[in-house]
């Protein structure tokens, strides 16, 4: 059995690309080859985590995606590798167009995986003119009339594309049961048969946490975007608490667009004990040294660093912004759960649970423990019965 996987981009920091890592190197001990093509290729030194008899392949015409030459050297890539499955790890990129010109004299089987909500995208336009509404200009005046026009077109884009990757899909993943109306309902499908549902591994393993040496840090980890992570009203909050728990510290790990935005903002705010450590190969060591992480994202699929994070006993506080939030989060047992982008409620738990050692020991330990059912094992299980039953279809056709 052969698996070609098609990403944008890889190697690369991020959650996707993290996730094609651990699949490759799962699936080589099972299958006879394993490959990865991709169209963009950066921070090559995460190679070292990739076991080395999965093949690369990366598209030759950087300038245009959509090109002869890259649907040429996919046909070149198809012909060569033989795959019985085609994984699709971009259920965002136009990079799939590729893939439905020559679906048609091809027997693999393709199996979409979407990585986000199905309404992400929208979503995030929607925060976007949300932040475009509290600018005060005649420009800002006159794009604003076009709002509601860009939020419908927004919707009609969103279900055809979402109708044409799934019509050529056959079998389309989502990460939580919960995304299967909101999938129902902005790609406006007639049969929801192809649906699968399965989390993201845990990529990383802890060893055995020792409570005393956890240091008094928060954590975030994550891209710096305005549109997406909202890191923005982490800041906010943490200004509103920083000065009442001086023995504590913010930490910020990850790289992004906005990033210089947000240290300027720090800067500009007098805002006391946070750090930017920038992107990390190493994430680990900062799970292990922090007692608590916190997320204000607009919306996720299913968030890896958050179950990744609670397998090493950081306690989550997250904004229930998102559907598979309380997937994870049992609100109270394992973390918290606020009422999506109040800053004052989220500011008053998480002080609260800063002054609360035992709330926190108690919570770290059940998220420990609640994180197993996504280990690697599990979810490995979970694919090998969709790859089973692809091929047991095919056999019959």
């Known amino acids: 059995m052969n698996i070609l996987f098609l990403i944008d981009r890889y190697p690369g920091f991020g959650g996707i690309e993290t996730v094609t890592t651990v699949l490759s190197n ?4 099972q299958c006879d080859q394993v490959a990865i093509i991709s169209y963009r290729q950066e921070d090559a030194e995460l190679l070292e985590k990739l076991n080395d008899n999965v093949r690369l392949y990366n598209f030759p015409n950087k300038e245009y995606k959509i090109s002869s030459e890259n649907e040429n050297y996919l046909k ?15 259920s965002y990129s136009n990079l799939f167009e590729l893939v439905k010109t020559i679906k048609n004299n091809s027997s693999f089987k393709i199996i979409t995986v979407e990585h986000n909500s199905p309404i992400a995208r929208h979503k995030m336009l929607v925060n976007f003119l949300e932040s475009e509404k509290l600018k005060f200009s005649i420009k800002s005046l006159i794009k604003k009339i076009g709002h509601p026009f860009l939020l419908k077109k927004s919707l009609w884009q969103e279900e055809k594309y979402h109708q044409k990757i799934y019509n050529l899909s056959d079998t389309y993943i989502l990460l939580s049961k919960k995304f299967i109306p909101i999938l129902k309902k902005i790609g406006n499908l007639k049969s929801l048969n192809k649906i699968q549902i399965i989390e993201n591994p845990i990529t990383v393993v802890a060893k055995e946490i020792d409570f005393k040496k956890k240091e008094k840090i928060i954590l975030y980890v994550g891209r710096l975007d305005f549109l997406h992570k909202r890191v923005d009203r982490l800041l906010k909050i943490w200004k509103a608490i920083a000065k009442r728990t001086p023995e504590w510290k913010l930490v910020i790990v990850g790289d992004g667009p906005d990033k210089k935005n947000l240290e300027n903002y720090v800067a500009a705010q007098n805002i006391v004990n946070i750090s930017f450590e920038g992107a990390q190969k190493n994430v680990e060591a900062y799970y292990t040294k922090a007692s608590i992480l916190c997320m204000t994202s607009n919306v996720e699929g299913f968030p890896l660093v958050l179950a990744e994070a609670m397998t090493f006993g950081c306690v989550p506080i997250v904004y229930n912004s998102f559907e598979s939030a309380s997937d994870i989060i049992d609100d109270g047992i394992n973390g918290l759960l606020i009422t999506a982008f109040n800053e004052s409620k989220f500011s008053e738990a998480l002080l609260d649970l800063i002054q609360n050692t035992d709330q926190r020991v108690y919570m770290a330990k059940k998220a420990i423990e609640d994180c197993n059912r996504f280990s690697l094992d599990i979810v490995g299980a979970k694919w090998n019965q969709v790859l089973q039953q692809n091929r047991n279809s095919q056999q019959e056709q």
């Open 76 to 90: 070149t890539v198809i012909e060569d590798f033989k795959p019985d499955f085609l994984i699709n790890q971009e």
């Open 26 to 29: 799962y699936f080589i001990k």
